[in-house]
Every structure is written in C-alpha cells, then in structure tokens.
C-alpha cells in the first residue's frame, strides 16, 4: 500500500497563516468578557462563594477565551514598565520556582515543620524578588 503524496504546495505554514491581518474590534468582546470575570471574582469574595470553584472557573474561562493575553497585551501598552512588567509576569523560571515552593511547602506542613517552611517561603520569595529585580536592571541596562 502506498501513500498518497502531499501537493507541493502543502506546509505546515503558510503566507496566509502565518501574515494573518489582526483581529481588530476584539476588544468589544474581551472587555464585556473581563469585567464579567472581574466581577464574578467580587462577588465570590462578597458573598463568600468556593473560592476554589470560582477561582477554576474564571481561569478556565479566561484562558479559553485569550483573556489573560488581551490583559497581557493591554499592559505592554504602558510606556517602559509595560513591556517590562510583561516579560517578568510570563518568565516560567519563577513560576516553575513558585510552583516546587508551594509542593514543598505542602508536603513540609504535613510531616509538622511549620517553622521551617515560614522560613523556607522566605528564602524563596527574596530569591524570586531577586530575580525579578536582576531581571529589570538588566533589561534596563541593555
């Protein structure tokens, strides 16, 4: 049995993907959209909701929705710490850092170490500061 040959033409990219004009007007459904999470956010804190719940609910939405990117890109509009603030937001080494924080720290509370971990967050939260900053001056510097 043989295969049937793909056109020559056939890319996994191509012009009209790749230089596809912007969606303009997108704003008349993203902001609608984050004030309704923003909102939803308030009245769970208002009246006491599930925080979990909620909390799942609005990240799965905005996420599937490209909320969090239309925030992202509303932010890299504000002149110098825009930019700035949206590449230390998107840097995975200090989520990546926060996320084996939280792990540990969990594991460290059950086994009774509670001291140890107040002091570990410590530690964890001034190197992530520190990164940050290092960060900044760098791209300032350049």
């Not at 793909?6 to 459904?29: M, V």
């Not at 925080?51 to 990240?59: E, N, Q, R, Y």
């Amino acid at each position: 049995m043989t295969l049937p040959t793909p056109p020559d033409n056939a890319h996994i990219f191509n012009e009209e993907t790749i230089t596809s004009p912007s969606k303009r007007g997108a704003w008349k459904w993203m902001l609608p959209l984050s004030i309704i999470l923003t909102l939803a956010v308030f009245a769970a804190w208002h009246f006491g909701w599930h925080a979990k719940a909620v909390t799942t609910g609005v990240v799965l939405l905005a996420a599937a929705s490209h909320v969090f990117t239309w925030i992202l890109g509303i932010i890299t509009l504000v002149p110098i710490i825009g930019p700035l603030l949206v590449k230390v937001l998107s840097l995975s080494i200090i989520w990546l850092l926060n996320a084996v924080g939280y792990l540990v720290s969990y594991v460290a509370i059950k086994r009774g170490y509670t001291k140890d971990v107040i002091t570990y967050r410590a530690v964890t939260i001034s190197l992530i500061t520190g990164i940050v900053i290092g960060f900044i001056l760098a791209s300032l510097i350049n």
